[in-house]
């Protein structure tokens, strides 16, 4: 398995930006297709952008179309999601995933997970 670690997570303003970042290490990235998901307080776990082993395809949950961007760079072994125009409700801790198999949505078709950075959004 990968061994994924993200990093970028802090807090800002509602409207600002932020970039997390998700380093693999142990195996090269360029075979897995990644994901990103999101876990609010008192909430469970959901989706929220997918990117295919070659960045071809993406996919992303409707509350983030237009606003977040799922990017890669295999030769860093690096996945990136550009987070703008943040809400209060964007509020959570981000966690990357990385699965063998298509870019998808679904949690568990996702084999490897980073610890998770919090992200807050202060209205």
């Known amino acids: 398995q990968v061994q994924l670690a993200e990093s970028g997570g802090g807090l800002v303003q509602a409207g600002g930006s932020l970039r997390l970042s998700c380093a693999a290490s142990?195996?090269?990235?360029?075979?897995?297709?990644m994901g990103w998901f999101r876990q609010a307080p008192g909430k469970e776990r959901e989706f929220v952008a997918a990117?295919?082993?070659?960045?071809?395809?993406?996919y992303y949950a409707d509350f983030v179309k237009g606003r977040f961007t799922a990017s890669r760079d295999n030769a860093k072994n690096t996945v990136y999601l550009q987070m703008n125009s943040l809400k209060s409700e964007d509020t959570a801790v981000y966690y990357c995933?990385?699965?063998?198999?298509?870019?998808?949505?679904?949690?568990?078709?996702?084999?490897?997970w980073g610890p998770g950075t919090q992200v807050t959004v202060s209205s």
């Open positions: 142990g195996r090269t990235m360029s075979t897995y297709a």
């Open positions: 995933a990385a699965t063998s198999g298509w870019a998808t949505g679904v949690e568990a078709d996702f084999d490897s």
């Open positions: 990117i295919s082993w070659n960045a071809g395809e993406t």
